[in-house]
């Protein structure tokens, strides 16, 4: 097996290079952290006060199910080809890889993915997939804002739907790495926030862009998903909408039969300099 990973997979508690010593992960550092790898493939690096965090389990199974269904596969094409572009053979992080679509969707592609995310039900969704399919993609629950990379070391980051932590990013981009963030446009899931609400908004444009990085890309992606009741509910339940709605949207909701639904999403790519 060839361990990509060698010499960008440092310790979450002295930084120390890690390596594989059977099913532990081990660093070179003098007290010899041990971290022992689960047997999905994936392994826990994140810090001991974020334990417990992310996405829960209802959460991750409605977006499971969405995403596996098919119906942001335009969106996840169009990252990839994107990647393939700007950072073309290079070792990436899916940085707040929830349960590893994207991730996998990537290195399926021949990329080589690091999918790091606090959700430990998420992570190893992404790494039984993964490892089942044989891919070079390694997950571990960890911080996108505390990272368990050593620094200058990969090539590119994609950030979807994910908090844009610029600084510790920065960190551990080589000179010339990219990020590609992306997330909800300004009509992104309209007709299902009619269904919910009486006087719908347009999404407000994101606000942490960042500032510190040269901008080689942007677009705006749209198409649209013919969505049966039971896709309709994964898609609630994977929207923040879900806890911010009244009981009588739902029932509109739990009473719509069928939905013609726009995905709208924003994308950027920027460069570090």
């Known amino acids: 097996m060839e361990y990509w990973w060698i010499n960008r997979l440092v310790c979450p508690v002295c930084g120390g290079s890690l390596t594989k010593e059977g099913g532990s992960f081990a660093c070179s550092g003098p007290r010899r952290h041990c971290f022992d790898a689960a047997a999905e493939g994936y392994v826990n690096l994140a810090p001991p006060k974020a334990a417990g965090g992310g996405d829960d389990a209802g959460l991750v199974a409605a977006r499971t199910a969405f995403l596996e269904a098919g119906h942001y596969r335009p969106f996840a094409e169009r990252v990839a080809a994107l990647m393939r572009t700007h950072c073309p053979g290079g070792v990436l992080v899916d940085a707040g890889c929830g349960e590893g679509y994207y991730t996998n969707h990537l290195a399926s592609g021949g990329a080589r993915v690091f999918g790091f995310d606090l959700s430990k039900r998420g992570v190893r969704h992404g790494a039984k997939v993964a490892k089942r399919a044989e891919l070079p993609a390694l997950y571990a629950v960890a911080s996108v804002f505390q990272l368990p990379l050593a620094d200058a070391s990969v090539d590119g980051i994609v950030s979807l739907f994910a908090p844009v932590a610029e600084a510790e990013f920065l960190r551990v981009l ?51 998903m013919e969505l049966e009741p039971a896709a309709i509910q994964s898609l609630f339940a994977m929207t923040p909408y879900f806890y911010r709605t009244t009981a009588e949207g739902h029932r509109r909701l739990a009473a719509t039969s069928h939905l013609t639904c726009e995905a709208e999403m924003d994308i950027f790519v920027f460069q570090k300099a």
């Open 174 to 224: 080589k000179p010339g790495g990219v990020l590609l963030m992306a997330g909800a446009g300004a009509e992104h899931l309209l007709s299902l926030k009619r269904v919910l609400y009486d006087t719908p908004r347009p999404n407000e444009a994101r606000e942490d862009l960042p500032r510190m990085m040269r901008q080689l890309h942007a677009e705006t992606l749209r198409f649209t």
